[in-house]
């Protein structure tokens, strides 16, 4: 077994584990993930898998810690996996200068500029390396959706779009929905890519949508007094739009009236997401 761990917590009749390992894909760095485990996992009766990608600072910890996730995934029988947001101790000059760039802010993507392609491989981490590591555990990777926050939504949608085979569903809460068209993806484009805003086209989830082939099974839930959506980072209008000129009807796109983009938010709607998600990984 490759995975070192850490911790392990009784929570909700399941089990949380802290685990730690040395990731290929970010260059050989050390990562940590926490793994939940429905009581009723076993080697004889492995579950799907959920993975929750977290947003701008956060570590494997804040959703785990205040999502509110654990009680529907133990009713639902469904593992939950919640990986870091980029690597740690890559040693990149002005990797922690600003809260959403370099360290907490991986964007789900491969960069391609130097010196940030050595380490800065968080799509590659989370599509293929680690449903790899969880080999060992009593969980069965083939049924697997995932669901995010922020930059982990915009990771959600994206991965999710990119790769049908690999997930049968997706939902995000205040997701970056089109990043080419917003600040903070204009930035981590402009510093993780070649070839800037226009090579990030290959990681907007509004863009991928249009060229989606029918079948998608999405949801997504904004706050209507989140700042961070009245400034325009977030843009769920343009991801709608899309969806409603291609009829995709299992997309559904949702203002909720007075959230933030806090935990507070995320921890409301945990159990209608997971419930979601339990719909297409039960069958
Ligand atoms: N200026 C803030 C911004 C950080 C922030 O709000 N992060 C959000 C995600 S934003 C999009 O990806 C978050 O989830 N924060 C952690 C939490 O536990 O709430 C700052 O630097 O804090």
Redesign the pocket.
Known sequence: MSLTQKSANKVCNGTLTKYTFTSSSLGSLETSINVFLPSSATSTSPKPVLYFL?????TED?AAQ?GGFFSAAEAEGIALVFPDTSPRGAGIEGEDES?DFGTGAGFYLNATKSPWDKHYKMYEFITSELPSKLSDLPIDTKKASIFG????GHGALTLYLKNRDLYRSASAFSP?CNPTACPWGEKAFNGYLKGGVEEGKQYDATLLLKEAKDGVKILVDSGTADD?YKQGQLLPENFEKVAKDKGFKDVQVRLQDGYD???YFISTFAGEHVKFHAKFLKQ
């Open positions: 977290s947003g701008l600072t956060c804040n205040k809260y926050h922020s930059m982990g970056i961070f983009h806090s935990y």
